[in-house]
C-alpha cells in the first residue's frame, strides 16, 4: 500500500501511468479485490466520465480478473452491473463493453449463473440506451428464471 501510494504520488501528473496504476490494482488476484475497485472509483485521480481510467479500473477488473469478478457472494457481479447503470447515462459505449463481462453467464456453475442473470436483468431494467440494451438483450435471449 505504501508502494502503492508513493509511485501515485511520483506520477499523478501522467495519465497513461496513472492508467495502469489503476489496472495493477484491479487485477490483483484476492478476495478484497471488489472492495479495492470500489474504493478506487472514489479515488480523486477516477472519473466515470474518463472513458480511458473507467476501462482501467473496472473494465480490468471485469474482463482482466475473472477470480475477483466471478467471486462467490457476486459482489463482483453486482459491483460491474451498479457502474454498467451509471455509466450508461453518461458513455453508453464504454458501458456495453463493460456489461460484456456478463455475456458467457450461460457457461458459468449454477449459483454464479443465477447471480449474473440477476444482474444481467437488473441493468436491463435500468439501462436506456441502445447500446447496452442489445448486448443484455442478446446476453438473455432464451434465459427462463430458474
Not at 16 to 32: H, M, S, Y
Not at 43 to 63: D, Q, T
Not at 79 to 92: E, G, K, S, W, Y
Given at each position: 500500500t505504501?508502494?502503492?501510494?508513493?509511485?501515485?504520488?511520483?506520477?499523478?501528473?501522467?495519465?497513461?501511468?496513472?492508467?495502469?496504476?489503476f489496472?495493477?490494482?484491479?487485477?490483483?488476484?484476492?478476495?478484497?479485490?471488489?472492495?479495492?475497485?470500489?474504493?478506487?472509483?472514489?479515488?480523486?485521480?477516477?472519473?466515470?466520465?474518463?472513458?480511458?481510467?473507467?476501462?482501467?479500473?473496472?473494465?480490468?477488473?471485469?474482463?482482466?480478473?475473472?477470480?475477483?469478478?466471478?467471486?462467490?457472494?457476486?459482489?463482483?457481479?453486482?459491483?460491474?452491473?451498479?457502474?454498467?447503470?451509471?455509466?450508461?447515462?453518461?458513455?453508453?459505449?464504454?458501458?456495453?463493453?463493460?456489461?460484456?463481462?456478463?455475456?458467457?453467464?450461460?457457461?458459468?456453475?449454477?449459483?454464479?449463473?443465477?447471480?449474473?442473470?440477476?444482474?444481467?436483468?437488473?441493468?436491463?431494467?435500468?439501462?436506456?440506451?441502445?447500446?447496452?440494451?442489445?448486448?443484455?438483450?442478446?446476453?438473455?435471449?432464451g434465459?427462463?428464471?430458474?
Amino acid at each position: 500500500t505504501e508502494l502503492l501510494a508513493d509511485f501515485y504520488q511520483r506520477f499523478e501528473d501522467q495519465p497513461l501511468v496513472i492508467d495502469k496504476w489503476f489496472a495493477l490494482q484491479a487485477t490483483v488476484p484476492g478476495e478484497a479485490t471488489v472492495e479495492r475497485v470500489q474504493t478506487l472509483s472514489g479515488h480523486a485521480a477516477f472519473r466515470l466520465n474518463n472513458p480511458n481510467r473507467c476501462r482501467s479500473l473496472l473494465g480490468n477488473f471485469a474482463h482482466g480478473n475473472p477470480a475477483a469478478f466471478h467471486r462467490p457472494d457476486g459482489a463482483g457481479y453486482r459491483l460491474v452491473a451498479d457502474t454498467v447503470i451509471q455509466l450508461d447515462r453518461i458513455n453508453p459505449q464504454v458501458a456495453a463493453r463493460l456489461v460484456s463481462s456478463f455475456n458467457r453467464w450461460r457457461k458459468i456453475e449454477p449459483v454464479r449463473r443465477e447471480r449474473m442473470r440477476s444482474e444481467l436483468e437488473r441493468i436491463n431494467a435500468a439501462c436506456r440506451s441502445s447500446d447496452v440494451g442489445e448486448i443484455v438483450s442478446r446476453a438473455l435471449a432464451g434465459a427462463t428464471k430458474g
